[in-house]
């Protein structure tokens, strides 16, 4: 009982339960009781992630709330089901668990077309999500690396846009294609390192510097796919654009992370000398996935498409901030993976209500929706300076301690690309601005001289209640982060150390 | 805890963001006049704040930090939401929220007309909310007491000044339908942005160089002769940068005239008398930074001085009344930060204090004359409320003409029709054309005499910058008050009413003893700023006859060559500029802003819309989405499934399986014609077979 | 011959017409109630074989129960008789060509080839007791006994399952034939 | 003092026309009825050996066997039932969907 109700498993399999009662429910009917069953568990599950919270105790490093069970044993190896949480993982679970119940309640008029099924992948997928941000062992890990799949990829695939297969099964392979190597890696370590599971190996270390360098850009495959870096972000924009609303806004808001998050979590403690070697690299092409992003979003014409392309900017941020490999630039980029899952996902959310009024998503369509819409336009343009960091709002403090991190490892004594990063990164900081000004005035300034504009409704309750949340979120994080901070602080300080004592090895 | 007055200064920030949320809530239940009061009340106890702390520094001149919230602190990097009140920042406030208080009861009155001939009523309660705003912003901006948190306040500022330069975003500054005003809005934004880049790199390098982004820590003593002179000037040229976009200074101004398209009481407070004010703050601030780097001196004073000539220059061939303040803003913040760049910070201080002054009289003014005559060319039934009656045939005006309430010659005569404005604004005039005893002359004074011991060039620069604002003015004032009306708007003109006029007279009143704040022998600015700079940074400047008399000659000469243009004669609205005969192409080019704004769509709005364009359409999409991925990497997949199903399976391994598919079928397709579908066939057939085997059995 | 042999002889009689009784009624009903004969017969076989339990549970479970439910059946359908002809008219007489190759075998397997020599004596009092078979069935052949238990459960819901639906029609054949 | 033999022949007299019951007649409860006779036949050798070898296995085989019967009835006529419903009719020979 201890095993079955313990707090990471009640977390992760909670909405389970939801499934089990959605599959008792009758397929066309009770398409109300689907919503609101599917909408209660995942406020469940939200609830049972604070319990985890109060739990949590941020002073120390490492992992806790450890569960660790013998899973799968053949020929000498053992798989554990190894579940634990530290300040890491902490953040991302807290935003799964709240992001879900959000987007499910944004389907609530948007998905017509059997909801049942809609929402038990929706489920499902929160399932896979929380798993793979508390598995500790690489086996399992995978196993719920994968599992996230299936169920996005039906989302895309049934309740996308007008091209959703192609969306979809682009979605798939590259995303198997990572994994694959990933795989890989997973097997190598622990066929070497006799166990899979994490904290263990991280312990052994003593990985030779050459095989680190292989399995750092194995796992890095898996994870740069997944973020999108540079320049494998070609699936995103399809992805995002057929997906249904509450699909882009988990796709951006959670399964973007489990890239950026893999790589603080596997590449850099498990691979601390080839992390510090390929730091460079890493950074370069976050710069330019910042810079590239924010150029190619600005003439897009579909808000979608602009808001998918800024994503690639964003992740940018994160991936500059953890390879800057000291506390600030970690920490910022941490923060900034919560913060991009806000803002952005609620920039979808944004784009979900205009589409639904309108069914089209044009720039070209819109114009002086302020005089129409006020209330949607302000909240708009909350999220929109959010996103593209005003200061007082959540971005720029993810953003400027990240640039923060990106320059002190060049005043650190690392090399002098660190400083153009960091100014090119900044510069980004302005192009975002462009980017999002533009559509902003495209969408809500000018003249409201299309006509069929004219009669469009401002956002009702629900719609309001769904955004109010992230609008709290987006000032508190701005204007108060240290809770954030603090919970994660310990556990990232201890990992720098942990990369600096290899690189000093290393000398 | 013992209570001190300087722990009121989290109030600053928060009165005002109580105001805007009280207006949020309830604006819409009070009506107008119960949205301006708790505006200006929100305002107005700023100010008191303001004088509290200021009587609070009187007994304690080094002044004090009030810690109120922790912020960002990871590992050594530790910033808080903490207010500093010294004097230099209190001078700030004072001053912020001093004009901001009047500028609010001005728009009280201003707005009521504003939102009736723009169409839009509702928009008054978002006006006075974006104002409270600005002022908390504003407050946050010159009470921080680190990098960080001035910066929030920077942006915070910039993003009212976006808001509120795109207040009317549905229409152009002409009042027809149209993407001006929010291109201008987007604009400001855009090239405020880019000087926040330099800010944010000026911070970074800070950081990592001091440890620490608190004033104390960084401007405290010694604490610069710890880090290397190539760094300061590091971080000084990138502040530069950051005091280029906000303080409008060369090359980033452009956005400052455009930001007229915003109501005229916005460009008052904001482009006139505080916001941009806040890079000069910034520099006197950094003093000791600025100080220590001989080389970022010489480029902020060149700067300066370079932006105070150009758009000097500029503004003397402007016919749109607001768009002469502009550049005459962007000049006169060019003299500040010139001041500032030669260590005239006290100067500089001094002149931005009188600036806000004269300055925001003087948009104010504009924007009662502009409002006289708007009313004159169709009055708004009542002068108090309105109907929508006459707002149909304010639109159907639209269509007859574009008229244009703001171009100067449009006007004339108007001396004698509203003459409180009339004197109010000539106040104005001779303060910023420095004619002695108003305030202007004073502080412009101060700053040409530091010039002239700190650098020549700087000072003739400066000079003849000096003696075109005096053209200027002398044509903007005889062009607008005097000879006779030329449109019947300008002969229909009305006065405007008390709550616009009154503020007016108050700060005409500054306009004119403003300048005893700092009146040479006692110099008592000098002395106030002295307590947070410190002795080495600030020096009473020894008033200098030459320079004044100087100064004063080349203004009159300057306006009585105006008057000789534009006051001797009747001007024709329909001919060309007077001037224009003599000056030629100089003045075209002058008037079309030296084509800057061409030259930067040329260089680099154009290539980076195409870069976009080319990246997104041709690189991201085309080549490697389509062509990359769908027609190498998938079409590939599929020719190589292709092959392998095509050639290699159905003729080799389908030949096969067709063949024994083949057999199969026909011998299917005899043998189902023993499955009758009879249940007891198929009985049979089991019997048979029983029969059968037993028969076997027994024969074998 | 003696007195057991003529009495089997009689009731094989019996049962064999019984038998083809009921292969040859036209009418179902008279099928079903020939075939209860026939049942009835094998039931005093059984006795006779010193199976007394299991003749019990032939009258009431066969000719009692089953074969009520039959007639049930038969009348609730009303499908006493067949109007058509059948088309399979070739299979009749090959069945019974069969048939009849199939019981010569068997005859002469049985008396010619087979050497089954025993006697059927008259059985002790206390063989085949119900007790017997009870402590057999409960002690040797409990699994089966339980699994025979769940088929008949799991027949029983089919049976419901499958006649469940479409009760419109059940009724409306019903009320016709009433 | 019946031989065995005689048991045996009976049993499969009665099976032979059970077995004829189910090729002949077209009429399903018939054919049924028909298996019972054949299930009959099969219990009474059943018995007989039971009798005859002395061992009582064989009687519980039979009650087993009464059991399925039982079982199988129930099902059966429960589909024929439900055959009828569809075809308004009991003829075997109606439902030939099987046809090749």
Known sequence: ?507 | MQFELFDLAPLLVILPVIGLLVNILIGDRVGERGIGWIASLAAGLTFVVSLLLFFALQGHHEGATVPFLEWIRIGEFNVGWNFRVDTLSNTMMLVVSGVGTLIHIYAAGYMHYDVRYKGDPHSYKRFFIYLNLFIAAMMILVSADNYLMLFVGWEGVGLCSFLLIGFWFTKNPDGTDGHSNSNAAKKAFIANRVGDFGFLMGMFTMFWAFGSLNFGDVLGHGAVEHVSEGTILAITLFFLLGVAGKSAQIPLYVWLPDAMAGPTPVSALIHAATMVTAGVYLVARSAPLFHASHTAELFVMFTGAGTALFAATIAVAQNDIKKVLAYSTVSQLGFMVAAVGMGAFVAGMFHLVTHAFFKALLFLGSGSVILAVERGHHPLEGDGGHDDHHEDEHHDDDHHEVFDPQDMRNMGGLRKIIPTTYRVYLIGSLALAGIPIFAGFFSKDEILADAFLESQPVYWILTVAAFLTAFYMGRQVLMVFFGKPRTHAAEEAKESPPSMTIPLMILAFLSIFGGLINIPVIHPLTDWIEHTLGHDLVHATKFNWQVAIVSTLLALIAIGISWLIYGRKEIDASQPDPLQRALGPIFIGMRNKWYVDEIYGFLIIRPYERLSSFLAHQVDWTFWHDWFHDSGIAAGFRGLANFLANPVDLGVIDGIANGLARATKGSASALRLLQTGFVRNYALMVFLGVVAILSFLIFR | MSTDVILFLGLAAVAIGAALGMLFSRNAVYSALFLILNFATVAVFYLLLGAPFIAMAQVTVYAGAIMVLFLFVIMLLGAEELRKRGKLGWQQPLALLLGFVLVAETAYLVFVRGDLVSQIVPAAADYGTPKDIGILLFDNYMLPFQVVAVLLLVAMIGAIVLTKDDRKIERKTSEEKA | ?100
């Open chain 1, 1 to 507: 009982m201890d095993f079955l109700f313990h707090p990471l498993n009640l977390v992760t399999f909670f909405p389970l339960v939801g499934v089990l009662v959605l599959l008792f429910l009758g397929k066309k009917e009770q398409e109300n009781t689907a919503r609101w069953v599917s909408l209660v568990t995942a406020l469940i599950t939200f609830g049972i992630s604070m319990w985890v919270l109060a739990q949590f105790n941020p002073d120390i490093p490492f992992v806790q709330m450890y569960l660790e069970v013998p899973w799968i044993e053949f020929a000498g190896w053992t798989i554990h089901y190894a579940m634990g949480i530290d300040g890491i993982s902490i953040l991302l679970v807290l935003l799964t668990a709240f992001l879900t119940p959000i987007a499910i309640l944004s389907t609530w008029t948007a998905v017509e077309d059997r909801v049942r099924d809609f929402m038990i992948f929706f489920l499902l997928l929160e399932v896979g999500m929380t798993g793979v941000f508390l598995a500790q062992d690489l086996f399992l890990f995978y196993v719920f690396w994968e599992f996230t799949l299936v169920p996005m990829y039906f989302l895309i695939g049934i309740w996308g846009g007008a091209q959703r297969t192609y969306a979809a099964i682009k979605f798939f392979l590259y995303t198997m294609a990572g994994s694959i190597l990933m795989l890989l890696a997973i097997l190598w370590l622990g066929i070497e390192g006799g166990t899979f599971v994490v904290p263990d190996l991280i312990l052994q270390g003593g990985i030779d510097p050459g095989i680190q360098f292989w399995l750092f850009l194995a796992f890095a495959a898996a994870f740069a796919i997944k973020v999108p870096m540079w320049p494998l972000h070609s699936w995103l924009p399809d992805a995002h654009v057929q997906a249904p609303t509450a699909g882009s806004v988990i796709l951006a808001g959670v399964l973007l992370k489990m890239g950026t998050y893999g790589f603080v979590r596997f590449n850099l403690p498990l691979f601390p000398e080839a992390a510090r070697e390929l730091a460079p690299l890493m950074g370069f092409l976050a710069v330019v996935g910042i810079i590239y992003g924010a150029i190619v979003s600005y003439p897009q014409r579909d808000v979608k498409k602009l808001v998918a392309y800024s994503s690639v900017s964003h992740l940018g941020f994160v991936m500059l901030g953890i390879f800057a490999l000291n506390s600030q630039g970690i920490q910022g980029g941490i923060l900034q993976m919560v913060n991009h899952g806000i803002s952005t996902g609620a920039l979808f959310l944004i784009v979900g209500f205009i589409y639904e009024r309108r069914h089209t998503r044009e720039l070209s369509e819109f114009g002086g929706l302020w005089k129409i819409m006020p209330v949607y336009a302000v909240l708009t343009l909350i999220v929109a300076l959010s996103s593209m960091g005003l200061p007082g709002l959540n971005g720029f403090v993810g953003e400027f301690t990240i640039l923060l991190g990106s320059w002190g490892a060049g005043a650190a004594g690392g090399s002098y690309g660190s400083y153009l990063f960091t100014a090119f990164a900044a510069a980004g900081v302005i192009l975002a601005a462009i980017y999002m000004l533009y559509m902003f005035q495209k969408m809500f300034l000018g003249p409201a001289d299309n006509e069929k504009n004219a009669n469009l409704k401002d956002l009702n309750w629900r719609e309001i209640a769904i955004l109010v949340p992230l609008l709290i979120l987006i000032f508190w994080i701005g204007l108060y982060p240290k809770f954030f901070f603090e919970l994660m602080g310990p556990t990232v300080d201890q990992l720098v150390d942990l990369v600096n004592a290899a690189s000093v090895a290393v000398r």
């Open chain 4, 1 to 100: 003092m019946v031989p065995v033999s005689y048991y045996v022949a009976l049993s499969a007299i009665l099976f032979t026309i059970g077995a004829l019951g189910v090729l002949i007649r077209r009429n399903a409860i018939i054919i049924f009825m028909s298996i019972e006779l054949m299930l009959n036949a099969g219990n009474l050798l059943f018995v007989t050996f039971a009798r005859s070898f002395e061992q009582l296995s064989g009687q519980v085989f039979v009650f087993f066997v009464i059991a399925v019967a039982a079982a199988e009835v129930a099902v059966g006529l429960a589909l024929i039932v439900a055959v009828f419903k569809s075809k308004q009719s009991i003829d075997i020979d109606e439902v030939s969907n099987l046809r090749g």
